[in-house]
T-cell receptor, first 110, second 115 residues
Framework: RKEVEQDPGPFNVPEGATVAFNCTYS??????FFWYRQDCRKEPKLLMS???SGNEDGRFTAQLNRASQYISLLIRDSKLSDSATYLC???????????FGRGTSLIVHP | DGGITQSPKYLFRKEGQNVTLSCEQN?????MYWYRQDPGQGLRLIYY???????QKGDIAEGYSVSREKKESFPLTVTSAQKNPTAFYLC??????????????FGPGTRLTVL
């Protein structure tokens, strides 16, 4: 089992839709979780940290499920500008070295 | 204006040449990292450094070397021993490697192409 797994997609949704991505991780001792956004041919940028209690930032909601070892990202009222690749990051391998998933591609169309 | 910079943005190398990619940060971060990203792939860790004068191999260190003589700087050398160096190279930094303080901030990347 890979350390951090994501469905590569693409998720193709219309503007205004709600879309959710999951990311599973294998190391039950993981402590830190993040979602990054990466636009084509650009660097990843931090979107949200994921806290145990869940957190929300505008249209974006992130949640952590430790029992099932996954984190999720929910995007409400999708905008064209949300089109990007969303990377899940988990610290792992018994240390704090961040491990990246391969990313989930989102395409929002008019 | 704090941030992390990489240069050059594009780099072309002939086979058999060593090249050095620059990474500088003025965020006062202790930890720095180098990743490689191939088309359609995730980020793979090459080297990381927790503190000045210390660095550790990541998952794909063969054919690469680094130094960390200053807190602000973490240059990466791609040597001729790296058989497939064409890729997008990303440098990142974080406050530390400790849990809760390892949100990473990335530079704009260097695209290396071997001719």
């Amino acid at each position: 089992r890979k350390e951090v797994e994501q469905d590569p997609g693409p998720f193709n949704v219309p503007e205004g839709a709600t879309v959710a991505f999951n990311c599973t991780y294998s190391n039950s001792a993981s402590q830190s979780f993040f979602w990054y956004r990466q636009d084509c041919r650009k660097e990843p940028k931090l979107l949200m940290s994921v806290y145990s209690s869940g957190n929300e930032d505008g249209r974006f909601t992130a949640q952590l499920n430790r029992a099932s070892q996954y984190i999720s990202l929910l995007i409400r009222d999708s905008k064209l500008s949300d089109s990007a690749t969303y990377l899940c990051v988990v610290n792992g391998r018994g240390s704090y070295i961040p491990t990246f998933g391969r990313g989930t591609s989102l395409i929002v169309h008019p | 204006d704090g941030g992390i910079t990489q240069s050059p943005k594009y780099l072309f190398r002939k086979e058999g040449q060593n090249v050095t990619l620059s990474c500088e940060q003025n965020l006062n971060h202790d930890a720095m990292y180098w990743y490689r990203q191939d088309p359609g792939q995730g980020l793979r860790l090459i080297y990381y450094s927790q503190i000045v004068n210390d660095f550790q191999k990541g998952d794909i260190a063969e054919g690469y070397s680094v130094s960390r003589e200053k807190k602000e700087s973490f240059p990466l050398t791609v040597t001729s021993a790296q058989k497939n160096p064409t890729a997008f190279y990303l440098c990142a930094s974080s406050i530390s490697l400790a849990g809760g303080h390892n949100e990473q901030f990335f530079g704009p990347g260097t695209r290396l192409t071997v001719l």
